[in-house]
């Protein structure tokens, strides 16, 4: 099984990309603004990936802003370029347009800004999707923008309350938010061991790239540690560990409590439920993390 990953490299996007590319499970990598701006998360995907060596997975941009906002984006977690005290160099992208390289099995650890024009511009194949994962919102939690709203959903509501309300019908749904995510964690001793393994320009660029993230997670009482959503969101969407889920349909706030995600009780003809994610073995995603880039 195979996927495409779209995203917005981004430090814990980063592990994600490691991990599908080095497990062989990745078909394309697609991007949106986010963590930085869309042709910047490109580049980046495209700089890992070359660093990484292996097939070449073809990276595209997708949208350049959210569907009904400016872009905002956040360079105090993530740094300037996106990969904390790394500036990534450019590469071949895919010369045609995004939409061309999403398929039926789709993980999203961005903003839902691509998934929502997916469904509005090829309607048939946003329907025949059949796996989508996706990072994003804090249900009944603390959010980590506002208090109420996760970043990704909170940059693009719009978006996301478009997909919520619009799902895939025939698709299972898996939505990984923080209450879970946030407890998946890499320090420096996490990280020693992975980047040995890794080597090359990628295990030598890891401590730098992380150093940025281990700072601002130290600045906000969190410890010098960080917290990596897109690489557990990935785990789950490829059933590399066991986790739990609850089937519920969900709503968008985009309006005062902007991002704030909430269940819905009695929700109207075609939204239909989401499985969110509500528990996982922490250690056993580090271990299957760690043997995917140093197997045994």
């Not at 090359?200 to 660029?205: I, L, Q, R, S």
């Not at 969190?222 to 690489?231: E, K, M, P, V």
């Given at each position: 099984?195979?996927?495409?990953l779209?995203?917005?490299?981004?430090?814990?996007?980063?592990f994600a990309?490691?991990y599908?590319q080095?497990?062989?499970?990745?078909?394309?990598?697609?991007t949106?603004?986010?963590?930085?701006?869309t042709?910047?998360?490109?580049?980046?995907?495209r700089?890992l990936?070359?660093?990484?060596?292996?097939?070449?997975?073809?990276v595209?941009?997708?949208?350049?802003?959210?569907?009904?906002?400016?872009?905002?984006?956040?360079?105090?977690?993530h740094?300037?370029y996106?990969?904390?005290?790394?500036?990534?160099?450019?590469?071949?992208?895919?010369?045609?347009p995004?939409?061309?390289?999403?398929g039926s099995?789709?993980i999203?650890t961005g903003?839902?800004?691509?998934?929502?024009?997916?469904?509005?511009?090829?309607?048939?194949?946003?329907?025949?999707?059949?796996?989508?994962?996706?990072?994003?919102g804090?249900?009944?939690?603390?959010?980590?923008?506002?208090d109420?709203?996760?970043?990704?959903?909170?940059?693009?509501?719009?978006?996301?309350?478009?997909?919520?309300?619009?799902l895939?019908?025939?698709?299972?749904?898996?939505?990984?938010?923080?209450?879970?995510?946030?407890?998946?964690r890499?320090?420096?001793?996490?990280?020693?061991?992975?980047?040995?393994?890794?080597?090359?320009?990628?295990?030598?660029?890891?401590?730098?790239?992380?150093?940025f993230?281990?700072?601002?997670?130290?600045?906000?009482?969190?410890?010098y540690?960080a917290?990596?959503?897109?690489l557990?969101?990935?785990?789950?969407?490829?059933?590399?560990?066991?986790?739990?889920?609850?089937?519920?349909?969900?709503?968008?706030?985009?309006g005062a409590?902007?991002?704030?995600?909430?269940q819905?009780?009695?929700?109207?003809?075609?939204?239909?439920?989401?499985?969110v994610l509500?528990g996982?073995?922490?250690?056993?995603?580090?271990?299957?993390?760690?043997?995917?880039?140093?197997?045994?």
């Amino acid at each position: 099984m195979s996927f495409v990953l779209d995203c917005d490299p981004g430090i814990d996007d980063a592990f994600a990309l490691i991990y599908m590319q080095r497990t062989g499970q990745l078909d394309a990598v697609t991007t949106t603004g986010g963590n930085v701006g869309t042709a910047q998360t490109a580049t980046n995907a495209r700089w890992l990936l070359d660093a990484l060596g292996g097939p070449t997975v073809p990276v595209a941009p997708g949208e350049p802003a959210p569907i009904a906002r400016e872009l905002i984006t956040t360079p105090e977690t993530h740094g300037e370029y996106g990969l904390g005290y790394v500036h990534p160099t450019p590469g071949t992208l895919h010369p045609g347009p995004w939409e061309d390289l999403w398929g039926s099995k789709l993980i999203v650890t961005g903003p839902l800004t691509n998934l929502a024009r997916f469904r509005e511009r090829c309607p048939e194949r946003y329907a025949a999707i059949e796996e989508l994962t996706i990072m994003g919102g804090a249900i009944d939690y603390p959010g980590n923008t506002t208090d109420h709203a996760e970043w990704n959903i909170w940059v693009d509501p719009e978006a996301a309350e478009d997909v919520f309300g619009h799902l895939p019908p025939h698709a299972r749904v898996t939505l990984c938010p923080l209450n879970v995510t946030e407890g998946f964690r890499i320090d420096p001793a996490r990280l020693t061991p992975i980047a040995e393994a890794l080597g090359g320009e990628v295990g030598a660029a890891l401590p730098e790239i992380m150093r940025f993230y281990w700072e601002f997670h130290e600045s906000h009482g969190i410890g010098y540690t960080a917290q990596i959503h897109d690489l557990l969101t990935c785990l789950i969407a490829c059933d590399a560990v066991d986790y739990a889920v609850e089937e519920v349909a969900l709503t968008v706030d985009t309006g005062a409590d902007r991002g704030a995600v909430t269940q819905v009780a009695h929700p109207e003809a075609g939204r239909l439920p989401v499985r969110v994610l509500t528990g996982v073995d922490y250690e056993e995603a580090h271990r299957v993390f760690f043997d995917s880039i140093a197997p045994r």
